[in-house]
């Protein structure tokens, strides 16, 4: 392929006009000495060689009927995702610079943020940043600017691995320290644990997931007040789809929360592309990073959309900015914009529910099966729950992969307490049919 | 003007539902449960399909105007990228899936790393990060790590004036200290200067090349020699790497660690401001500092190594935008070495060519030759209070995006142009020619019309002022 559109003549048209005979010339201020001689890169293929050549990579990828979540879910994308996103209009477009020639991009951020806000009952969205584990770490470093004279952070030990690596790079060469919160017997965070940890007075954020890595609901309310009362910012990680049913961060008094946004019309994608959200309260606007669109006028009193807050950010601020963000995850947000507005508060709701009810027919089934029990009996999940085994999980893995089913995470290299321990994640995706067969594969097992 | 959502026709069918074939009552505990309304509009799908579309409308995109936005790279986006990006086999993988079921996946990754190491001359990729931002960041924690290693204390970043202002902010971001550099009118580099800064604590020097006045560092050797005998590394930021494929490699000029922006030079489209994607090069030496896993390929198998112990970690979730990564590894597989070349050479021959449209007719700080980009300083043609933010707000009048402007912060009035070598000599003429008008005759003639401007958009021009002094950043609930 060859994506330019000159001819001979135009070139020759164009030197011309610079006053060079070649376009070498154009290159002569490059030392001769590391002119490259050749570049070693096959290709040349035309489009239907292309379509051809990446079917049969394809074909080396397995698509199965999957149990698996742990970060990256199967949800159902409505047509009108893919339509919006698919528009050349907003596909093509850079970040939106110059706002009046940009309007579609900067609306549809708004409403974004718009929906986000509603979503999480926080105040302020920013317009998305590149997934879960960044939204994570950069609250943190938002808890260490507004909290300058303390150190700690606390983290969950709960909190997705990932996103907990994630935080320890980002944090690697600042002033910080992390403790890590243990999991309780129950899968839960406790709030004594908090208790003795927020004592010693130094404690920037405590930063808790629910649903929790391991599907649990954490007691949020409860939490918040033991660490809002220490002084503390409260980070919540969030999976915005379970607010449909689940306290919003709002309602425990959370000053962020921030999550991933894959869930929200974005498929799986091996893991990317997805958008990580990130809400505060008020008080907390002028920290965020990354882009915030605001709402403003024309010169007429028309209603218009412009990036706003913009002496935050790096393009003006440099090395005092608030992130060093620049490009995030526009085009994934405005999937999560378009997944958002069409659901109606009962329909969203219903979603939510219906992943619950679905996981929780699952579990009921599996922790029945002989050599499988429930690892928290009496846990409150979303769409994820733990099963104990006695049975080889390589082996149920196998089988169950033979069967064109991903099955439930292998939990065992994570802690000495979860040996033997799996992660099953069913979401509204998954047909009774699907989940029985399953079962059925398990219980031969 | 087009409504918000929260103002759209609300239905009693929402456009979107789910039915369960599973009934079981589910019970959430009061404590946990939500109490606060969703507040989630409910509307049609015919509604909601012509409100985004006639949003959409209301962009001005590279699919429909000349994006001519410097240090943006603004090309063209092959459609062939989206269509195999579409594929169900890339669409639906899981990244926890066995690694046996994703060597597809892998391949495509290693594939890339491999080219992008022949195409800059650095030993080994890393992909996983997300932006270009991201791989400074990276890169700059590769060196701090690397420094550590070596038990020695270097805790400075020396950044021209002329670079992005993600290069301090990323530096910033490291633990580093900042220690500017004053760059020439051209934008570059003096040797002499650059010695007298360079201290035992400065950890690397952070150049842009060609840099962002679309100029090559000339004495880039000697600019090597000197970062490197004062035992520092050089760092390459790669946004402007569309002007040199295939002509000179980073690696080859002293480069120790480098990023790429995918989105920019390897033709994956913006998304309106992402996702987009920022590997990281570097050279053997630094290797085991960088993100964890690493894909291997051992005979024609691939596997992830996760145990790298003087790694810097991992940098996000998973294994990086793997679509962004898919879209520029079909680029390249499009072009091969020799396309790849030509869209270099063919970037530079059109840069050259609209800057020589304008030379002898606007200040250009840098000269009268450039790379792939350049920069007008237009201030001296300017009265009537008229400024580049007006000359910028005309252009959307003609149909064109505007530019870059008033970056890089060295340049007065800075106007940025880089038309990439997608655009015919159609394009470029005629953009010239209405830019010319503007600045020759309209600012004469006709300020009040640059001083309005833009006329012709779905607004006219946006109070930015208003909008940082009283924000309003959501709707308001109805």
């Not at chain 1, 449909?244 to 990317?272: C, K, T």
């Not at chain 1, 378009?338 to 979603?351: A, P, R, T």
């Not at chain 2, 120790?256 to 922006?261: E, K, L, T």
């Not at chain 2, 294994?319 to 590894?329: D, M, S, T, W």
């Amino acid at each position: 392929m060859n994506y330019i559109s000159q001819n001979q003549k135009d070139k020759c048209d164009m030197l011309k006009v610079i006053g060079v005979n070649s376009v070498n010339e154009l290159f002569d201020m490059i030392p001769n000495s590391l002119k490259v001689k050749k570049l070693n890169i096959y290709g040349e293929k035309t489009e239907q060689e292309l379509l051809n050549y990446f079917a049969n990579i394809a074909l080396k990828n397995k698509i199965f009927v999957s149990f698996r979540g742990a970060g990256i879910y199967d949800h159902y994308i409505p047509s009108l995702v893919d339509e919006v996103i698919g528009r050349s209009e907003f596909l093509t477009a850079y970040t939106p610079y110059q706002a009046e020639a940009s309007q579609g991009t900067l609306q549809t951020i708004f409403e974004y943020q718009s929906l986000i806000c509603s979503l999480t009952g926080l105040d302020v969205s920013n317009a998305s940043l590149y997934d879960g584990a960044t939204a994570v770490a950069e609250a943190a470093l938002l808890s260490l600017k507004v909290n300058s004279k303390k150190n700690t952070i606390l983290i969950s030990q709960a909190l997705h691995p990932e996103y907990i690596q994630t935080i320890r790079t980002y944090l690697e060469n600042s002033r910080a320290k992390i403790i890590m919160l243990d999991i309780s017997l129950d899968g839960s965070i406790k709030e004594s644990s908090v208790e003795a940890a927020v004592n010693n007075n130094d404690i920037a954020a405590a930063i808790i997931q629910s649903p929790n890595y391991f599907g649990i609901i954490e007691n949020m309310q409860a939490l918040s007040c033991v660490i809002k009362k220490s002084g503390a910012l409260f980070i919540a990680v969030v999976n915005p789809i379970s607010l449909g049913v689940f306290q919003a961060p709002g309602e425990y008094n959370a000053d962020i929360a921030v999550g991933e946004g894959q869930v929200l019309g974005s498929p799986m994608s091996f893991g990317g592309t997805t958008l990580g959200f990130m809400v505060v309260k008020k008080s907390l606007e002028w920290k965020m990073p990354g882009r915030i669109v605001g709402q403003t006028t024309d010169k007429n009193g028309k209603r218009g959309f412009v990036l706003t807050l913009q002496s935050r950010e790096q393009h003006i601020r440099r090395e005092r900015a608030t992130s060093n963000i620049c490009t995030n995850a526009s085009l994934n947000a405005l999937a999560a914009c378009v997944f958002l507005s069409g659901w109606g508060n009962h329909g969203f709701k219903n979603l939510a529910e219906t992943n619950m009810s679905k996981a929780k027919y699952a579990f009921n089934k599996i922790k029945s099966l002989n050599g499988f029990k429930a690892k928290f009996k009496d846990a409150v999940f979303f769409n994820e729950f733990v099963i104990e085994t006695k049975k080889n999980i390589k082996m149920i893995n196998k089988i169950l992969l033979k069967n064109s089913i991903l099955g439930p995470l292998d939990l065992s290299g994570t802690s000495e307490f979860f040996k033997n321990c799996i992660l099953f994640c069913v979401t509204e995706q998954r047909t009774k049919c699907e989940i029985d067969r399953c079962i059925k594969i398990l219980s031969e097992i | 003007m087009e409504k918000l959502l929260n103002e759209l026709p609300s239905s009693d069918v929402a456009a979107y539902t789910i039915k369960s074939d599973i009934k079981i009552d589910v019970k959430v505990p009061e404590h946990l449960k939500r109490s606060i309304s969703l507040g989630l509009p409910s509307i049609t799908e015919n509604n909601l399909l012509r409100h985004f579309t006639n949003l959409s409308r209301k962009n001005y995109a590279l699919s429909t105007v000349f994006y001519p936005l410097g240090s943006c790279t603004m090309k063209h986006n092959p459609l062939i990228n989206e269509r195999i990006v579409k594929s169900e086999a890339f669409n639906s993988i899981h990244p926890y899936q066995p690694t046996e079921s994703l060597q597809g996946a892998f391949e495509i990754m290693y594939g890339l790393e491999k080219d992008l190491c022949e195409l800059t001359g650095m030993d080994y990729f890393s992909l996983q990060q997300a932006a270009g931002a991201h791989g400074e960041f990276a890169g700059l924690l590769v060196i701090a790590k690397y420094f550590k290693s070596i038990k020695q204390s270097r805790t400075k970043i020396i950044i021209p004036d002329s670079a992005h202002g993600t290069n301090p902010a990323s530096a910033s971001l490291a633990g580093f200290e900042i220690i500017s550099l004053k760059s020439e009118s051209d934008g570059t580099v003096l040797p002499e200067k650059l010695k007298k800064i360079l201290t035992s604590e400065v950890a690397a020097v952070m150049l842009t090349v060609p840099n962002t006045l679309g100029t090559f560092e000339k004495n880039i050797l000697e600019i090597s020699k000197i970062v490197h005998k004062n035992g520092s590394l050089l760092y390459y930021d790669g946004a402007n790497l569309n002007a040199v494929m295939g002509i000179v490699k980073p690696g080859h000029m002293g480069f120790d660690v480098m990023h790429i922006n995918l989105h920019k030079t390897f033709s994956a489209p913006h998304g309106g401001g992402g996702p987009g994607s920022g590997p990281i090069g570097v050279k053997s030496f630094l290797e085991p500092f960088i993100p964890i896993p690493r894909i291997e390929k051992n005979k024609s198998k691939f596997t992830l190594n996760y145990k790298k112990s003087e790694s810097i970690g991992r940098l996000k979730s998973f294994f990086g935008n793997f679509h962004v990564i898919l879209k520029a590894y079909i680029y390249i597989k499009a072009l091969g070495g020799k396309g790849l070349v030509s869209v270099s050479e063919q970037a530079v021959l059109n840069a050259n060519y609209m800057l020589a449209r304008l030379r002898n007719k606007v200040d250009i700080p840098a000269g009268d030759r450039c790379m792939h980009e350049f920069v007008l300083s237009p201030k001296s043609l300017f009265r009537d209070n008229i400024k580049t933010l007006d000359v910028a707000k005309r252009l959307l009048d003609y149909n064109y995006y505007a530019p870059t402007i008033y970056f890089p912060l060295i340049v007065e009035e800075a106007i940025m142009i880089e038309p990439t070598e997608t655009e015919s000599k159609e394009t470029l003429d005629t953009f010239i020619d209405i830019l010319s008008k503007i600045l020759f005759d309209e600012i004469i003639k006709e300020p009040q019309k640059i001083k309005e401007a833009p006329i012709n958009t779905t607004v006219c021009r946006l109070n930015e002022v208003e909008a940082a002094r009283n924000p309003i950043l959501k709707w308001k609930k109805q």
